[in-house]
């Protein structure tokens, strides 16, 4: 059976979304196919406890089911406890691993409870951890008695050595403000000014993979900064909203040309 349930190319090929997922798409991509892999994946987190986060992600991530009715839908993946998390996220880094090239990148965002486990799904997948990055978001409600919850982090590490060339050298502390209800088509959807950051740590002309691609913000930032991308998502209405946003993109940058590849080092 055919792991890809439906797709979508760019006329000129460099944009890919594929609606499937990525346990299952991931190892049809030919082996160091991408240069780098930024993602947002289901964080199962949201509670102190395991019933808190098996609950649905509507009632974790949304102050007021009521508020989101109609706005937001669910989406999947986000009630495992820590064990199968783990088990999980080793499994897809390892084959976003084997289709990254030598010396390419990973940015996987997390938040505070998740940190401990994903950085050793991170190694056990075969990465090589190198930083831990955080995204301030200015603008958070602040509880008497209480640390804010301010920020997400980011885990940054690489196939190997780091292939820097004409990557930017950008702080590992980010700040910017999360999107308001009315401006987000996904719960968990991010600005594209934080994919932007992320991204620009790839070196110049990289292929970005996400296997969590949601609304592809990080397919705009890609775009945006001349680099190919391919997104993979379960749900098909976010890989819909997905396809029509990545295309509007597109339209605002006609000229985007991919510059030519260049000959890729496996991991062996």
């Not at 991308?229 to 990545?246: A, Q």
């Amino acid at each position: 059976m055919n792991p890809i349930r439906d797709e979508w190319r760019s006329d000129d090929g460099s944009v890919r979304l594929i609606l499937g997922d990525c346990l299952e798409v991931l190892p049809t991509l030919d082996a160091g196919s991408v240069d780098a892999v930024v993602t947002d994946p289901p964080y199962s987190s949201g509670g102190q406890f395991r019933g808190d986060r098996v609950q649905r992600a509507l009632s974790k991530y949304v102050c007021s089911e009521s508020q989101a009715a109609g706005h937001y839908q669910d989406f999947t993946g986000d009630n495992r406890d820590q064990r199968s998390f783990m088990a999980w996220c080793s499994l897809w880094l390892c084959a976003a691993m084997h289709a990254t090239t030598r010396g390419g990148v990973l940015c996987c965002f997390s938040d505070w409870r998740q940190v401990p486990v994903l950085t050793d799904a991170i190694q056990a997948g075969g990465w090589t951890w190198r930083n831990l990055c955080t995204w301030w978001k200015p603008g958070c409600r602040m509880q008497r008695g209480r640390f804010s919850s301010s920020a997400e982090f980011m885990l940054y590490a690489t196939a190997g050595p780091h292939d820097s060339d004409g990557a930017a050298s950008p702080q590992n502390v980010f700040q910017f403000a999360t999107l308001q209800t009315e401006d987000k088509d996904h719960i968990a959807e991010k600005p594209v000014e934080v994919l932007n950051w992320a991204v620009s740590v790839t070196r110049a002309g990289a292929t970005i993979l996400d296997p969590f691609c949601g609304v592809s913000s990080t397919g705009v930032a890609a775009i945006r900064s001349g680099r190919p991308y391919v997104g993979i998502e379960l749900d098909r209405r976010y890989w819909e909203l997905s396809v029509s946003r990545v295309r509007a993109e597109l339209e605002r940058f006609p000229l985007f040309e991919p510059p030519p590849k260049r000959q890729r080092e496996l991991i062996p």
